[in-house]
């Protein structure tokens, strides 16, 4: 079975600061990593995933995501957080094998940027 | 290019009865997935398709729930006798499954929709 933690329900930051929005994850064998982000109505936009090499990830709206295997976390950053970042954002697994398979995501985690 | 589309946007119908949900993947994308997602929740898988066949229905959560792919591209989800615990938001997916150079299973992103809001009475 696999599963995704994301143990903050949101996350408050002030324009121009750093944000870290965290992701743990279980998974047999080598995992696939995502982030999406909902905006209110909207469906799942995908920002940045994680499939082999680099542990550092650069995605969409200059965010990034750092993979770390021995802690099995897969967080989610941006170096200068902005009022329109906010939204609820979403990480995601699934497993290695096979030509597709079903993501699994988390609870999701609100993020508030405020001026 | 256009993305995925799901219609109708929102459905609001009476207990015990039948609706249908469509999705339109993005052209030449070969998988579909259709997730629930529940106020609150994180979307949970529901069924995928590979091409017409339904390659993983492991999270269909009863018989009243079906989905079709008759000519591989658009879908239809459907619920029978519908119960008022149905109510959710239906995602859809689509992505271009093939597999990496080298590397076992398909690196490719799923792509949602807007998603269909069912609200049953």
């Known amino acids: 079975a696999q599963s995704v933690a994301q143990p903050e329900d949101q996350v408050n930051v002030a324009e121009g600061n750093p944000l870290t929005v965290k992701c743990t994850y279980s998974?047999?064998?080598?995992?696939?990593l995502f982030w999406y982000v909902q905006y209110p109505n909207r469906g799942l936009q995908f920002l940045l995933k994680y499939i082999t090499g680099d542990n550092l990830v650069k995605g969409s709206y200059g965010f990034e995501a750092e993979f770390n295997k021995s802690q099995t976390s897969f967080h989610l950053k941006k170096p200068s957080a902005l009022v329109s970042d906010s939204a609820l954002y979403f990480c995601?697994?699934?497993?290695?094998?096979?030509?597709?398979?079903?993501?699994?995501f988390g609870t999701g985690t609100r993020l508030q940027v405020t001026l | 290019g256009a993305g995925v589309s799901q219609t109708p946007s929102n459905k609001v119908t009476e207990k015990g009865k039948y609706v249908e949900l469509r999705c339109d993947p993005i052209s030449g994308h070969t998988a579909l997935y259709w997730y629930r997602q529940s106020l609150g929740q994180g979307p949970e898988f529901l069924i995928y398709?590979?091409?017409?066949?339904?390659?993983?229905d492991s999270g269909l959560p009863n018989d009243r729930f079906f989905a079709v792919r008759p000519e591989g591209s658009v879908s239809t989800l459907k619920i029978q006798r519908t119960e008022r615990g149905d109510s959710a938001v239906y995602l859809c997916?689509?992505?271009?499954?093939?597999?990496?150079?080298?590397?076992?299973?398909?690196?490719?992103?799923?792509?949602f929709g807007p998603g269909t809001r069912l609200t049953v009475l």
């Open positions: 398709f590979q091409g017409t066949g339904a390659a993983d």
């Open positions: 995601a697994v699934r497993a290695n094998t096979g030509t597709a398979s079903k993501l699994t």
């Open positions: 997916a689509s992505s271009l499954t093939r597999l990496a150079g080298g590397l076992e299973g398909s690196t490719d992103t799923q792509y």
């Open positions: 998974v047999s064998g080598n995992p696939y």
